[in-house]
């Protein structure tokens, strides 16, 4: 296993780094490009990191001992306590099936269920096959709700949702 660590200012360079790496890497699991997020300046990216450290917020990078090799993140929903988001998603292509996707996804549930949210939600692509079945190994369903994918019109998001245990202390 990785060593997770908190997106915070302090290493908003090592989140611009991977976020960077997984926008070429896959960039249909995205709404945003490469060519958009590129022309953030350093400024930017230190906000965008302070974002992901609030109380309706948090967000992993998956160490590799400096080296930034995956990311996650989750918002509670402003509207609805209950529903946290998992977002941003993304592993490192050597990183995969090393079990680093599935530590992100726990963390993320455990710091939702902590927030008292019972439902766990994400979006996905259509063309991403693998994502799905993996999201499907950890108990996520489709929901039935779909979107246009807003880059590709080939493309469709389907969202997904998992129930998260009740906490009771």
Request: hydrophobic content about 40%; some cysteine.
């Amino acid at each position: 296993m990785l060593a997770l660590q908190s997106i915070t200012p302090a290493v908003a360079d090592s989140f611009r780094e991977v976020r960077l790496r997984a926008l070429q890497d896959a960039p249909a699991a995205f709404c945003s490009t490469y060519a958009q997020e590129a022309r953030l300046t350093p400024d930017d990216w230190q906000r965008r990191a302070n974002q992901w450290t609030s109380e309706q917020a948090i967000a992993y990078l998956a160490l590799d001992g400096q080296t930034a090799q995956a990311i996650a993140a989750s918002i509670i929903d402003p509207d609805n306590s209950a529903r946290a988001y998992l977002r941003s998603m993304w592993v490192a292509p050597p990183y995969r099936t090393c079990g680093v996707g599935k530590q992100l996804v726990e963390a993320i549930a455990e710091w939702a269920t902590a927030k008292q949210a019972s439902s766990l939600y994400l979006d996905v692509t259509s063309n991403n096959e693998a994502a799905i079945a993996f999201y499907h190994r950890l108990g996520f369903v489709k929901t039935g709700h779909t979107e246009p994918y807003p880059n590709n019109a080939k493309l469709t998001v389907y969202e997904m949702v998992r129930q998260l245990a009740c906490r009771t202390d």
